[in-house]
């Protein structure tokens, strides 16, 4: 090990799946009070970031990815939708800004846009974040072109996971290759996007494909801005319908293993909380998870309530992280356009319900 791998706190592109494995098996105090000192030296440990989803073109995929229910080769008993309409996708973003979120995330059930999507797309990017918003998209693959021309509309995020390791890839889908995947975050990457990449833990996977995964993002040429670790929901309909349940404890520890390997990067609690416990939520955030969808929906399935979220929010004296990173009078703009009977997050330092 070099000096580089004893100091914790640096930032490293040269992990190996090896030492990301032993990290995994640490006893589990040791690894969450490391993860922990890392949170609190890269991060507010009490603040969150919040995006909503919106699923702006639903189901009827040509992919074969074995998790999803959007694929047009599994019946899930999914309505398939066209592409939205642009208005509609700005009233929706509102309402989500009036709701409290900071990241508008919009998911397309494409292997890749078309040319004659990309109008649309684009006035969606430029809509979005006029109101003031930070914008991501999700869409499939992206060539060069399309990657330039999203960023140059001023999309902020673009989220394309690689979902597990090289070796477990192939067992959950034929339709599109990993370096298929790593091109797509490179095109990101250098077209100026801020990437968020993660993947799926509970799909039957190794703890060796768990570390596998995480040692591919952390050795990307710069960590992910964003890393959405998802626990698989699971639809019936779908080839992984009746997988088992994975340990809510190993679910914990890669967070842990995540928020060690890329220090700076939000690790976001993805799809799977409806299932969890608050009290396993809060073992999330404890082990680095700084960032959730919020919203009753994901793209196609449920997700936890707002008012839900909000009141383990307050239980746990997190804030909504635009609160504490925002100017002030940035803030007095978000507490304007906020619907007045919708509670926000709660403010911790305040120490009481915001309105
Ligand atoms: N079609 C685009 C693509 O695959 O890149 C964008 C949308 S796709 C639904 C975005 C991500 O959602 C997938 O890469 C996968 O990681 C996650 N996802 C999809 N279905 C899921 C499920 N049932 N459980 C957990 N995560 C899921
Ligand atoms: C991500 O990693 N998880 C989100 C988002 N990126 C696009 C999607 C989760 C989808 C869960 C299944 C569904 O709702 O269709
Ligand atoms: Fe299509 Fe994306 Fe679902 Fe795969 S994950 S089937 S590409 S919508």
Redesign the pocket.
């Known amino acids: 090990m070099n000096s580089a791998a004893n100091n914790p706190l640096v930032i490293r592109h040269d992990w190996t799946v090896e030492e990301t494995e032993a990290l995994l098996r640490l006893p589990f105090n040791d690894l969450l009070f490391r993860a922990q000192t890392v949170h609190r030296e890269y991060h507010d440990p009490n603040a969150v970031q919040v995006s909503t989803l919106l699923s702006i073109k639903t189901g009827a995929?040509p992919?074969d990815?074995a998790?999803?229910?959007?694929s047009a080769r599994y019946d899930t008993g999914l309505e398939r939708e066209r592409l939205m309409e642009v208005e509609a996708v700005i009233e929706k973003a509102k309402a989500a800004k009036a709701a409290g979120s900071d990241r508008f995330c919009m998911?397309?059930?494409?292997?890749s846009p078309k040319e004659r999507d990309m109008p649309y797309v684009l006035a969606m990017v430029k809509g979005v974040k006029e109101l003031g918003l930070e914008t991501c998209m999700?869409?499939?693959?992206l060539d060069e072109g399309k990657a330039n021309a999203l960023a140059e509309a001023g999309l902020d995020y673009y989220?394309?996971?690689l979902?597990t390791s090289p070796e477990f890839y192939g067992e959950i889908i034929t339709t599109r290759t990993y370096s298929d995947r790593l091109n797509t975050l490179s095109n990101v990457r250098n077209a100026g996007m801020k990437v968020c990449s993660?993947?799926?833990l509970g799909m039957g996977e190794s703890d060796k494909d768990r570390a596998g995964l995480l040692v591919q993002l952390a050795n990307l040429p710069s960590h992910p801005d964003s890393v959405?670790i998802?626990?698989?929901?699971?639809?019936a309909g779908?080839p992984?319908e009746a997988q088992g349940d994975l340990d809510p404890l190993d679910f914990i520890r890669t967070i842990a293993v995540a928020r060690i390997m890329m220090p700076a990067s939000h690790v976001r609690l993805?799809?799977?909380r409806e299932e969890m416990s608050e009290e396993m939520q809060a073992m999330c955030f404890f082990a680095g998870a700084n960032s959730i969808f919020y919203g009753e929906c994901l793209?196609t399935?449920p997700n936890p309530a707002a008012n839900k979220d909000q009141a383990l929010f307050r239980k746990l004296g997190i804030n909504s992280e635009h609160r504490v990173t925002k100017a002030p009078q940035e803030l007095d703009e978000i507490l304007a356009v906020s619907a007045p009977e919708g509670d926000l997050f709660y403010d911790a330092s305040q120490g009481s319900v915001q309105h």
């Open positions: 995929c992919e990815c998790y999803c229910p959007q998911g397309a059930a494409w292997r999700t869409l499939g693959m989220n394309h996971n979902d993660g993947g799926i959405p998802n626990q698989l929901v699971k639809v779908t992984l993805s799809a799977g793209l399935t």
